[in-house]
């Protein structure tokens, strides 16, 4: 610990070691590599008897960094209204929260409030880390990484998804984004890497890509573009459209008509046959609209307008 940590160890309640284990592992920025950009921790919940009862909401931490890195924190929060309270929590122990804009969302099972030893903080990369684009040793190995992101048709990102490969460092989970980044080992050659993708409350899926050596590539999404308009091809807004084989969910026509519907990470090429009700249109009232779209996977293909005609269904 640095003179300066250990000047204020003796008054603060808890002392944090952030270290970036990416960095770490490749020898990058010192032997104890600092983490970038600010960490807001939140106690989640208060541990009785080795069980959590989480706080709602958790409550966020007033730190202090020292110059060697380490975070401080004398028990002291400052409220939405600006005033400071301390101390905060009584004695005890406590579950963490730690955020940031470049790491992977870190929990903290259990910690003690007023404990000596500094707690450290193993943050690993999320997918705003700003990973290096050059080599990063002497044999001239770049960072292999795959990024993207699990969304669900109408293009939002699925929270708690986990994307996760053999070859690749560690697992994913995902934010609310949907975005994840995987980093391969150093010794990755291009080839073809099996990723797993698993949705809350749905099976394992699988996806195949193509990764390079020492590059950070993207997997694209796979969508279709379009719109629904009235046989005189005026747009029409506030229809739904669902898929009846590429992914659940709906989506909404937007003012224009237009629509875009994301399939998931492992839709194969073909034929995705959509059903289209008007906008206010029960489920229990006409038939809806049918139309085809040929898809092509990690690719956006536009197809032709829907046609939403006063006919009871169109194939």
């Known amino acids: 610990m640095t003179a300066a940590a250990l000047f204020h160890a003796p008054e603060a309640a808890l002392i944090l070691d952030p270290v970036d284990m990416f960095a770490g592992r490749l020898g990058l920025r010192g032997p104890r590599p600092p983490a970038f950009g600010p960490l807001a921790v939140m106690v989640e919940g208060v541990v009785r008897n080795g069980e959590t009862i989480p706080l709602a909401p958790p409550v966020r931490l007033d730190l202090v960094?020292?110059?060697?890195?380490?975070?401080?924190?004398?028990?002291?929060?400052?409220?939405?209204?600006?005033?400071?309270?301390?101390?905060?929590?009584?004695?005890?122990?406590?579950?963490?929260?730690?955020?940031?804009?470049?790491?992977?969302?870190?929990?903290?099972?259990?910690?003690e409030f007023g404990g000596a030893a500094p707690v450290e903080l193993r943050l690993e990369p999320g997918w705003r880390y700003p990973f290096p684009t050059a080599p990063v040793i002497d044999s001239g190995a770049g960072v292999t990484v795959l990024t993207g992101a699990v969304m669900d048709p109408a293009g939002r990102g699925i929270a708690g998804a986990v994307v996760a490969c053999d070859?690749?460092?560690?697992?994913?989970?995902?934010?609310?984004?949907?975005?994840?980044?995987?980093?391969?080992?150093?010794?990755?050659?291009?080839?073809?890497?099996?990723?797993?993708?698993?949705?809350?409350?749905?099976?394992?899926?699988?996806?195949?890509?193509?990764?390079?050596?020492?590059?950070?590539?993207?997997?694209?999404?796979?969508?279709?573009?379009?719109?629904?308009?009235?046989d005189a091809g005026l747009p029409v807004a506030g229809a739904t459209l669902v898929a009846e084989d590429g992914g659940d969910g709906h989506v909404v026509t937007g003012p224009w008509g237009d629509w875009s519907w994301t399939f998931p990470l492992d839709q194969t090429a073909g034929g995705v046959r959509f059903s289209i009700r008007a906008p206010g249109a029960a489920r229990s009232g006409p038939a809806p609209h049918h139309c085809a779209v040929t898809v092509i996977p990690q690719a956006t293909v536009t197809v032709r307008d829907f046609i939403l005609s006063t006919a009871t269904s169109t194939e």
């Open 65 to 111: 960094t020292t110059p060697g890195g380490y975070l401080l924190s004398f028990n002291q929060v400052t409220g939405g209204d600006g005033v400071v309270r301390r101390p905060y929590f009584p004695p005890g122990r406590y579950a963490l929260g730690v955020r940031s804009d470049f790491y992977r969302l870190l929990r903290v099972p259990e910690v």
């Open 167 to 230: 070859d690749a460092l560690s697992a994913y989970e995902t934010d609310a984004t949907g975005q994840f980044a995987l980093v391969f080992a150093l010794c990755w050659n291009a080839g073809t890497a099996t990723v797993r993708v698993t949705r809350p409350h749905h099976p394992e899926v699988t996806v195949t890509v193509t990764l390079p050596q020492g590059s950070i590539t993207p997997l694209p999404q796979t969508r279709a573009t379009g719109r629904v308009v009235t």
